[in-house]
């Protein structure tokens, strides 16, 4: 798990502005700065834990396609990208796609953190997901489908209504699934990626102690009956 203690704030107003103090404005900045990170992390030790012998490209897809006698039942491509058809100076990419030799099925996959997302955010993934779905299904002779994956959320009914109901229940994956078709202990890695949240939890509390005025508050605050502190705002 990313630390925070390894992370870089900034020393912004926008928190600043939040807490009116300015050692307090820069751990949570520390803090945005861990849960960014983690994102990257999370893809980082899932192609890191992808067997190499099922690791592919986007550019060996022809040869594949065409004979899979020879090709393991499951194949991934890390990051698979190509030219937005709308904006061919730029790119579009998801972050997995496996390739299913046995059932002659690309399955392009979008890897999240959490499940949460604004609608914005939610409009654009689907939109560029859709994109390179229609592109391999025209490319190659194997049927393709794309599935949004929320690796730390089970339920699948939450992963839809999460992400304001952009993608059915039919398109969306769970990190357990994702972990099973790729080769993954996914129990594993969610216990590698816990390792680290008792040290992030003692960071930012001895973080906020170090405060002089917040270390003045919490003892403020813990002189309180407790019955007063569940009543305050």
Known sequence: MVKIQESRGKSGESFARIFGNAQMALLFSKVQSAVIRSGFELESMIASAIPSEMKTTLSELDE????????????????????????????????????????????????????????????????????????????????????????????????????????????VMTGRELCEYIGIDYDKLRRQRENDQTANRRYFLKQLLNIPEIRDEVNSLLEQPRGGLERED
């Open 64 to 171: 594949i396609t065409a004979d899979i006698r020879d090709q393991p039942p499951i194949q991934v491509v890390v990051k698979p990208s190509r030219p937005d058809p709308d904006q061919p100076n730029k790119s579009i990419e998801a972050d997995l796609l496996v390739v299913d030799n046995t059932k002659r099925m690309f399955m392009l996959i979008e890897v999240k953190d959490g499940y949460v997302f604004d609608t914005k955010k939610s409009d654009g993934k689907l939109a560029s997901l859709k994109k390179i779905t229609a592109w391999l299904a025209q490319e190659f002779a194997y049927r393709a489908q794309y599935f949004f994956c929320s690796f730390n959320q089970e339920n699948k009914a939450a992963i839809v209504e999460g992400a304001k109901k952009r993608f059915s229940i039919e398109n």
